[in-house]
């Protein structure tokens, strides 16, 4: 027998959601960092065994949308509810409600199976453990609760194991040696862009989008040209930094981890572009990738 199905994740900006998705797989497919409001897509990654095969979705933070951007994030949200077979719902030691009551209510109401995900207990003791759990047992009676620190890894196993048992009989979506859905170019994209999230404040990282022009692999090198898009002069100036170093040190970064996850030697090259408010340009979004309309 063999099972295979849709697994969606979702809850708050920075519960752990990417951290969570990442230990499944094994491998760095989502953005991590201490900034909230980090995963832009939903990012599939492909969890293969011998008789299963899990499709996990990585779904932005739940947030209201205040620009076009952020509203397109929130349709990637609205669709991660009708192609799952299992609902992981994650909220964090100290949070008190989802911040969308129409989308609580959906949870709540759902008819596919929730595992509800209590996450960071590695910053709480037990009794904050045991208040939040009576609490979140009551707002979500439907769902299977597990207390986990997906950082650390613990009580990870279990999660993956109760997915596994809840996925459906099914043949494999996916052949079974992919790692996920995405092109490469994408993964391009988002080591850098986590770079930007990593070393610049305010507004910067959020008024920033990649895209990688070229990707030629040839057997010992990735040669890479990628272009970080911003929406004013100003904030060009900032990407790049005195003298250069500012992007040196992104383009530095992001290439040590793209070698690691291609198993190869990369050549990446970064230019800065003014694309003026491209966040609120529908053509813009479609462009990359966020408007499914």
Known sequence: MHKAGFVNIIGNPNVGKSTLMN????????????????????????VNGEDFQMILSDTPGIIKPAY???????????????????LVYMVEIGEKELKDEAFFKKITNSKIPVLLLLNKIDNSNQEQLEAQAELWQ?????????PISALNGFNVKNVFQRIIELLPESPPFYPKDQLTDKPERFFVNE???????????????????????????????????????????????????HKGAALKRVGVEARKDLQKFFGKQIHLELYVKVNKNWRSNQNQLRRFGYNQK
Do not use: C
């Open 23 to 46: 230990a499944f797989v094994g491998e760095k497919l989502s953005i991590i960092t201490s900034k909230a409001q980090t995963t832009r897509h939903r990012i599939l990654g492909i």
């Open 68 to 86: 076009e951007l952020q509203s397109s994030m929130m349709d990637f949200v609205k669709s991660a509810f009708e192609d799952a077979d299992v």
């Open 138 to 146: 009551s707002k979500v009676p439907n769902a299977e609760f597990y």
């Open 191 to 241: 080591a850098i862009r986590e770079k930007i999230l990593i070393h610049y404040k305010k507004e910067i990282p959020y008024s920033v989008e990649v895209d990688t022009e070229e990707f030629f692999e040839e057997e010992k090198i990735i040669r890479i040209r990628s272009v970080i898009m911003v929406e004013r002069d100003t904030q060009k100036g900032i990407i790049i930094g």
